[in-house]
């Protein structure tokens, strides 16, 4: 900002010494002079405007996020945990000596070749993914190859410990993380997480995150956006071998609140074994006591038979769900919901179809109807410029603080700073919007000083606030993670 306002001194200056110093100038290159300062002073009245919105949000946000009446202080959390290798996308492919191609998405990678079609498939979208590597000694060598990688970072990874590191920076709540937890994973994790002697293994699970920035470019594919595409070949979290110390954890360790995330790593061992795997974890899961309320965290997933599986097992048996645009429409594609026959969405996903679709997750697996004994009645969707949590009225407190909450991380952790840096983020949210595209709606407006949008639909309440999304983004990997975990800290649950 201080460079243009010293452009337009200068250029000002400039005008007077021109004019004094030769009065005869012709008026035509005064005019032209003139009508430059005039331009660039409306450019910076322009991004000063902008800059207005971003700072205006952020202000208002740390005026309405107010901490819950009552405050979870132990929380349970499980089961996918590993070590995360975080490295850029297109440099290590280059590495590997992979040439560029086409993209093709591939359920399951075998080899470096499906490797690099699954990539450039969503790296095209900038879209967030992420499969199983089936052969091991293919995958440990490209593993190598990414620890060795010159600026590979290591990282905690895996969503249910990505969760707890996040929800450990509150002092006042102590985690236990179950999940196969290896020597360099149990060295990265903050002191107030517990893990269960059985959680502990000689050997860290790795997972490989290929990121990539906005502009990224390999052969004739280019990156729309910042994202990351994740893959591993990690047997231990894919068969969610945690998951009965985990619920056998709690007698012990008394949690008031239960996340539970990896059933997409299930995905990738084949049906036969997620068929038998899951009825064991939904029994497991129905042993939690009702009282305490359980969040599921979802990821990315590409068998409508296994999503269809979790829709009708695992949804109406938790209290809470975490899910981005992508799992979003995959869902309604795999329950032929509303907007089914979308392929994908295409740019800034339309509210109202988000809105539409929410509505019928609950309908369908929630407890908008009392006399259900469906226990689902809160979702928690985030996309790069919005996020909205839908709640069925009467159960859930305190959410426009939640929804708020959500996001300012989403803008201040992109951008790896404290808070939010307004310089540093820009408005992608539309400001007008529909609140259904299958009904009748209304039409509804953001204001910047109430950046929480509230709409009702029959007995349900849908908190709508934008992003800020960061410019150039520094940590992509686990922000849906750190989204969820930090809407779940402003969460409580309503006196029933």
């Given at each position: 900002?201080?460079?243009?306002?010293?452009?337009?001194?200068?250029?000002?200056?400039?005008?007077?010494?021109?004019?004094?110093?030769?009065?005869?100038?012709?008026?035509?290159?005064?005019?032209?002079?003139?009508?430059?300062?005039?331009?660039?002073?409306?450019?910076?009245?322009?991004?000063?405007?902008?800059?207005?919105?971003?700072?205006?949000?952020?202000?208002?946000?740390?005026?309405?996020?107010?901490?819950?009446?009552?405050?979870?202080?132990?929380?349970?959390?499980?089961?996918?945990?590993?070590?995360?290798?975080?490295?850029?996308?297109?440099?290590?492919?280059?590495?590997?000596?992979?040439?560029?191609?086409?993209?093709?998405?591939?359920?399951?990678?075998?080899?470096?070749?499906?490797?690099?079609?699954?990539?450039?498939h969503y790296m095209e979208k900038g879209a967030a993914a992420e499969r199983f590597y089936s052969d091991k000694e293919s995958f440990q060598r490209i593993a190598r190859a990414a620890s060795e990688y010159p600026?590979?970072?290591?990282?905690?990874?895996?969503?249910?410990?990505?969760?707890?590191?996040?929800?450990?920076?509150?002092?006042?709540?102590?985690?236990?993380?179950?999940?196969?937890?290896?020597?360099?994973?149990?060295?990265?994790?903050?002191?107030?997480?517990?893990?269960?002697?059985?959680?502990?293994?000689?050997?860290?699970?790795?997972?490989?995150?290929?990121?990539?920035?906005?502009?990224?470019?390999?052969?004739?594919?280019?990156?729309?956006?910042?994202?990351?595409?994740?893959?591993?070949?990690?047997?231990?979290?894919?068969?969610?071998?945690?998951?009965?110390?985990?619920?056998?954890?709690?007698?012990?360790?008394?949690?008031?609140?239960?996340?539970?995330?990896?059933?997409?790593?299930?995905?990738?061992?084949?049906?036969?074994?997620?068929?038998?795997?899951?009825?064991?974890?939904?029994?497991?899961?129905?042993?939690?006591?009702?009282?305490?309320?359980?969040?599921?965290?979802?990821?990315?997933?590409?068998?409508?038979?296994?999503?269809?599986?979790?829709?009708?097992?695992?949804?109406?048996?938790?209290?809470?769900?975490?899910?981005?645009?992508?799992?979003?429409?995959?869902?309604?594609?795999?329950?032929?919901?509303?907007?089914?026959?979308?392929?994908?969405?295409?740019?800034?996903?339309?509210?109202?179809?988000?809105?539409?679709?929410?509505?019928?997750?609950?309908?369908?697996?929630?407890?908008?109807?009392?006399?259900?004994?469906?226990?689902?009645?809160?979702?928690?969707?985030?996309?790069?410029?919005?996020?909205?949590?839908?709640?069925?009225?009467?159960?859930?407190?305190?959410?426009?603080?939640?929804?708020?909450?959500?996001?300012?991380?989403?803008?201040?952790?992109?951008?790896?700073?404290?808070?939010?840096?307004?310089?540093?983020?820009?408005?992608?949210?539309?400001?007008?919007?529909?609140?259904?595209?299958?009904?009748?709606?209304?039409?509804?407006?953001?204001?910047?000083?109430?950046?929480?949008?509230?709409?009702?639909?029959?007995?349900?309440?849908?908190?709508?606030?934008?992003?800020?999304?960061?410019?150039?983004?520094l940590r992509t990997v686990g922000l849906g993670d750190a989204i969820s975990a930090e809407g779940l800290l402003y969460s409580e649950m309503a006196e029933q």
């Open positions: 900002m201080w460079r243009q306002a010293f452009a337009a001194v200068l250029l000002a200056v400039s005008i007077g010494y021109f004019y004094h110093s030769n009065p005869a100038l012709p008026e035509l290159a005064v005019h032209y002079l003139t009508t430059s300062l005039q331009s660039l002073s409306s450019c910076l009245q322009g991004s000063s405007s902008t800059a207005t919105i971003e700072q205006t949000i952020s202000s208002a946000w740390d005026t309405l996020i107010t901490a819950p009446a009552t405050q979870w202080t132990r929380v349970a959390v499980g089961v996918n945990a590993c070590v995360d290798v975080v490295v850029t996308g297109v440099g290590l492919l280059q590495a590997l000596a992979i040439d560029p191609g086409t993209g093709v998405d591939h359920e399951v990678l075998h080899s470096k070749e499906d490797l690099k079609e699954t990539f450039i600026g590979a970072q290591h990282f905690v990874g895996g969503n249910a410990a990505l969760i707890g590191q996040k929800l450990a920076t509150n002092p006042h709540v102590t985690v236990l993380l179950c999940g196969p937890v290896g020597p360099k994973l149990h060295e990265l994790l903050a002191d107030q997480i517990i893990v269960p002697a059985e959680s502990l293994q000689v050997t860290d699970e790795y997972h490989l995150i290929l990121e990539y920035k906005a502009g990224d470019k390999w052969g004739s594919s280019q990156a729309p956006n910042a994202n990351r595409f994740i893959f591993s070949h990690d047997t231990s979290n894919g068969e969610m071998s945690a998951l009965e110390t985990f619920v056998g954890s709690m007698e012990e360790f008394q949690p008031q609140l239960v996340v539970l995330s990896g059933l997409h790593m299930m995905e990738g061992q084949g049906r036969e074994l997620w068929e038998e795997r899951l009825k064991e974890a939904v029994v497991t899961i129905s042993d939690i006591p009702n009282e305490v309320p359980i969040h599921l965290e979802l990821a990315s997933m590409t068998d409508t038979d296994y999503m269809n599986s979790i829709m009708q097992e695992v949804l109406p048996i938790v209290n809470s769900i975490g899910l981005n645009e992508q799992e979003l429409l995959f869902i309604s594609q795999a329950g032929l919901g509303p907007h089914s026959q979308l392929p994908s969405w295409s740019g800034v996903p339309d509210v109202g179809q988000v809105s539409d679709i929410l509505l019928w997750i609950l309908k369908q697996h929630g407890r908008t109807d009392l006399e259900s004994e469906a226990d689902l009645t809160r979702i928690h969707f985030h996309t790069l410029a919005y996020h909205i949590l839908a709640t069925v009225d009467g159960f859930w407190a305190n959410q426009v603080s939640a929804v708020s909450a959500g996001a300012r991380v989403a803008g201040s952790q992109a951008c790896d700073t404290q808070e939010i840096d307004v310089n540093r983020v820009v408005l992608k949210a539309p400001l007008e919007f529909h609140t259904s595209r299958d009904e009748p709606g209304q039409t509804m407006t953001l204001n910047p000083s109430e950046p929480v949008v509230v709409w009702h639909r029959e007995n349900v309440s849908f908190y709508f606030t934008p992003v800020l999304v960061c410019k150039n983004p």
